[in-house]
Structure formats: structure tokens, C-alpha cells
């Protein structure tokens, strides 16, 4: 289960940085701040699989996470949310 896990969060991370950098605000910040919480983990455990409980939960964590602002940061673009717009 872990080994899906590490790879639903290494799908999400690019789809969220790409995301995280067409947008502004609050949920730019946010998005920043789970995508280096993300990296952050992801370098702890050596991208692998973490062996113990509490880097497995932290994983688990920041995959919700970035699953919730993929999904809030494409229906925000698709629903023409100004603040989703591209930085010029």
C-alpha cells in the first residue's frame, strides 16, 4: 500500500506545482507551503517507501493534501475564478 501511496504523491506534486504557479494568493501560498512540506518528506525518506508509521502517516497527509488542492485549483481554473488566473 505504501508503494501506491509514494506514487499517487509523485503524480500529484507536479500536477500541483504547475497548478500552484498559475495562481495567486492564498491558495498559491498554501500550495507552496504543502508542496515543500511534500519535498521535505519525500527527501526524509529517501523516496522510498518510509519503513515506519509516523513518515508513513506524514506521506499519507500530504498526499490528501495535495489531492485536495489539485482538485480546488483545477475546478477554481475551470469555473474562471479571477484569482486562478496566469501571473502575468
Known amino acids: 500500500m505504501g508503494g501506491l501511496l509514494l506514487g499517487h ?6 500536477e500541483v506545482d504547475e497548478l500552484a504557479h498559475r495562481t ?3 491558495h ?11 519535498r521535505r518528506t519525500l527527501r526524509a525518506v529517501g523516496g522510498t517507501v ?7 502517516w506524514d506521506l499519507a497527509t500530504h498526499c490528501q493534501a495535495l489531492l485536495t488542492l ?3 485549483l483545477s475546478t477554481d481554473r475551470a469555473d474562471g475564478d479571477p484569482w486562478s ?3 502575468p
Open 50 to 56: 518510509p519503513a515506519d508509521a509516523s513518515r508513513l
Open 70 to 72: 489539485y482538485q480546488q
Open 9 to 14: 504523491v509523485n503524480l500529484l506534486l507536479p
Open 28 to 38: 498559491q501560498q498554501s500550495a507552496v507551503h504543502i508542496i515543500a512540506c511534500t
Open 24 to 26: 495567486r494568493g492564498e
Open 85 to 87: 488566473s496566469r501571473v
